[in-house]
């Protein structure tokens, strides 16, 4: 039985009102939808380094390298504070089995970008949150997002797409990994990896080829990190034609005129914007079940997510 996807997500996300003003920012994008496919490891720094609800409004001031926490009206400085949980706070999500990370944008505890920090009473959009930082800095292969960018459809896709390959990549590691085992799992991400980046595809496939030169735990971290560097990267049209184009060669014997005709012209209307990728994929699954194509019925690039997602349904 595969194992439960967690995510850490800021808890006024998930309607808890924990906000300064007894509030909240319940997403239902996040707790409707997603909420079938993960389950939540919900956080709220502020109420959980000992400040009450409700409570005076933050801010980050200073260095946006190295800010400070500050009350709104008493000018307390909250950073030492905030800094002990944060330091305590990640250590326990070592054993949460994180994949991913959803933030509250705009927080000076939770936000991951471009967050307010203040100086000379100028407001620069150049900060991250504090806790939002410690957790970037301990867990730097997580797929972490903001609530808000969440609305960039390429964004979600890349998004979710990282997190079940983290668990993919979690639970190959939990089932006592060989080298062997390893060229299995690259060979199933290969198409998946081309339409991020055929550059790292081709590193991961360099350092697989070595592998007997390496100790294994060093080559699986090694592994890993190319892996999620590489997801990080956006599927463009481009790379997602090349992909295409790619897995069509495996039907040179089988596919017939029209069908052929008919592929190509569905590659080119995605290939111009005038269709989604769920499209063409559709089809080649098609001719994958129809003719039998064992190769690349075990390619994760066909089905990286759950198709009730609809995160390929976006022109």
């Known amino acids: 039985m595969p194992t ?3 995510i850490g997500v800021s808890a006024c996300l998930l309607g808890e009102h924990v906000r300064y003003d007894g509030g909240h920012k319940h997403d239902r994008y996040i707790t409707d939808i997603l909420g ?40 307390q400085d909250k950073t030492e504070q905030m800094a002990a949980y944060c330091a305590s706070r990640v250590r326990e999500l070592e054993d949460e089995d994180l994949c991913g ?25 150049n900060g991250s949150g504090l806790f939002a930082a410690a957790v970037a ?109 790619h897995i069509m060669g495996y039907f040179k014997r089988e596919l017939s005129p029209s069908e052929k005709s008919e592929m190509l012209e569905v590659i080119e209307q995605y290939h111009n914007h005038l269709l989604p990728l769920v499209v063409p994929i559709t089809l080649l699954k098609h001719y ?6 064992e190769y690349l019925a075990g390619q994760v690039y066909l089905s990286p997510h759950p198709s009730q997602l609809m995160l390929r349904n976006h022109v």
């Open 101 to 125: 990370f959803i933030f509250k944008k705009d927080s000076p505890s939770s936000g991951l970008f471009r967050v307010k920090v203040y100086n000379n009473g100028v407001a620069l959009k």
């Open 137 to 245: 800095r301990h867990f730097p292969l997580l797929p972490m997002e903001e609530e808000g960018r969440l609305n960039d459809m390429f964004i979600r896709e890349n998004f979710i797409e990282r997190i079940f390959s983290y668990r993919r990549w979690k639970d190959f590691l939990s089932a006592e990994p060989t080298l062997g085992k390893l060229i299995g799992f690259h060979t199933t991400h290969k198409l998946l990896m081309m339409s991020h980046s055929p550059q790292i595809y081709r590193n991961m496939g360099t350092l697989v080829a070595h592998g007997k030169e390496l100790k294994t735990d060093d080559l699986l971290q090694r592994y890993e990190e190319l892996f999620m560097k590489g997801l990080a990267l956006h599927a463009t049209v481009k790379k997602n034609t090349n992909v295409l184009q």
């Open 4 to 6: 439960p996807i967690k």
């Open 36 to 75: 079938k496919y993960f389950s939540f490891v919900p956080v709220c720094p502020e109420v959980g380094c000992g400040l009450p609800i409700p409570r005076e409004s933050m801010r980050l001031e200073g260095d946006p390298a190295n800010p400070r926490l500050m009350t709104g009206k008493s000018r």
């Open 288 to 293: 994958v079940s129809k003719y039998n194509q």
